[in-house]
């Protein structure tokens, strides 16, 4: 990788990897149930599992633009009046065919929670779960070890990754190392862009191209990397006004 590359994404990164880029973004929902003043752990009245969850749910809703992924983030929220252990527990849920977000239905996020439930019957965290597991188990997707996984690898970004600023670091037996960028259509042209990748499959084998790409520079953090493909893609839009 150039040097001047490199330069730039270090810059991009750290410019980038600040709460106040993403007030507006599905991440603050997990965040409102970690501790303000104990950073990394669940807030007073609150579990790991509230957190596991409202993330499990945003990253699910996360795609399309940010003001109608929050938006619909906020209504699956209110549903479950702000609890959402105590409502994936209780069994009852909102069950229809209506739109919650875009073409996720009511009756699939009632799935989901009907899967939760079975999940935290078992178990207090869902941290030790492969992302094999949280696709079948949890999202109810069939298995495909070729697929990118965006939505879990951004949850997992989220709930790993404790340099206290955007991301919560609440799962503390999870390694950053080990963490794998979250590739959608918009980060994979960016990372083609600036020559992360050659590949024209957006599968797992891309996206371990990418992070490994990014470990050259953060070795102990190759997800901060993407932080520095967000950065890209705001100044890429400047240069282009």
């Known amino acids: 990788m150039e040097k001047c590359l490199k330069e730039k994404l270090v810059a991009w990164a750290e410019k980038y990897d600040d709460p106040v880029y993403f007030e507006e973004d599905p991440i603050i929902f997990p965040k409102r149930f970690v501790s303000k003043t104990e950073y990394g752990t669940a ?9 596991e969850i409202a993330a499990l749910v945003a990253a699910h809703l996360a795609w399309g633009r940010r003001s109608m992924i929050v938006r619909d983030c906020e209504r699956a929220m209110e549903e479950m009046s702000w609890r959402p252990y105590d409502y994936v527990m209780n069994g009852e849920y909102r069950d229809e065919d209506a739109s919650l977000h ?49 939505k879990i690898n951004m949850m997992r970004r989220w709930m790993v990754r404790d340099d206290g600023k955007v991301d919560l670091g609440v799962w503390k037996h999870s390694s950053k190392t080990d963490l794998l960028i979250p590739l959608d259509v918009h980060v994979y042209e960016m990372a083609a862009e600036i020559g992360l990748t050659s590949r024209k499959q957006k599968d797992i084998v891309t996206v371990r191209e990418i992070t490994d790409a990014f470990r050259e520079i953060f070795p102990d953090d190759p997800c901060k990397g993407d932080f520095a493909l967000f950065g890209y893609g705001l100044y890429r839009k400047q240069e282009q006004m």
Request: glycine share 4%.
């Open 43 to 51: 807030a007073p009245g609150y579990r790991l599992a509230d957190v």
């Open 102 to 150: 875009r073409t996720v239905k009511w009756s699939e996020f009632a799935q989901i929670c009907t899967r939760l439930k079975a999940v935290y019957s078992e178990t207090d965290t869902i941290e030790h779960l492969t992302n094999a597991q949280i696709r079948t188990m949890i999202y109810g997707r069939k298995a495909d070890p070729k697929a990118p996984d965006k």
